[in-house]
């Protein structure tokens, strides 16, 4: 069954992932600059995102492609690939390497994103992979928010994607802790209902058009060097 018919100027998005946030408002607003649409921006956990989009809730998602499931109702394009990291006060870590040590990890005090959320589904996939039990101590996050505050006590470690530490001009202390490789890659693209008015096509073909990421970045050391310098 289709969605109720929308508004054909006003459309609605939902997000899984902070990293693409930059991108997705700098094109939400010049369509609005440029057009006659307007937007609604939610964000949710990757379940709540394809239902919403089944459900005619919203016209259009950016959401994890980790999976080969795709609803025959979808239609769907790649975007870019992120690496994620492990982070404490002083360094960063491959997954692989906290993997490898848990024993040295597992009672600090873990800041990770809330279940649902990209990066939280893959560190769970990964945990249960290697056969490890979740942290004890644990804080979860919707937004990344306060994060900076949490980071700076001496026990709490935590996730990020190397495109947010970009961002915010992170710096770090001291150097990378392990691998001097990111071993763990978060995939995105933009999801639509193949059955999705013209507004929300021609939306989705500015996206796929307008929206630039940088490279992923595969050595640290060479992250490390241009950060600390």
Request: charged share 25%; proline share 3%.
């Amino acid at each position: 069954m289709s969605p109720e018919p929308k508004d054909k100027n006003h459309i609605t998005l939902a997000f899984q992932s902070h990293s693409i946030t930059s991108e997705m408002m700098r094109c939400v607003l010049d369509i609005v600059e440029k057009g006659d649409i307007n937007f609604s921006v939610n964000y949710g956990s990757r379940e709540h995102l394809f239902s919403s989009l089944l459900k005619g809730k919203a016209d259009i998602i950016f959401a994890s492609t980790y999976t080969d499931f795709l609803d025959e109702r979808l239609s769907f394009e790649y975007l870019y690939k992120d690496n994620c990291i492990i982070i404490d006060r002083n360094n960063i870590y491959s997954i692989n390497y906290i993997m490898k040590n848990w024993d040295n990890f597992k009672s600090k005090i873990w800041v990770l994103p809330v279940r649902g959320t990209a990066m939280r589904d893959r560190f769970d996939a990964v945990m249960e992979y290697n056969d490890l039990k979740s942290p004890k101590k644990l804080i979860e996050l919707n937004s990344p928010v306060g994060a900076g505050t949490l980071m700076t006590h001496p026990d709490t470690i935590g996730m990020s994607t190397l495109s947010y530490l970009q961002s915010t001009g992170h710096k770090f202390e001291a150097s990378w802790g392990g691998e001097t490789h990111s071993d763990l890659l978060l995939n995105a693209g933009i999801f639509w209902r193949k059955d999705a008015r013209e507004s929300v096509i021609k939306t989705v073909e500015f996206f796929k058009n307008n929206m630039k990421f940088g490279e992923s970045i595969e050595n640290m050391d060479i992250f490390l060097r241009k950060k600390v310098m």
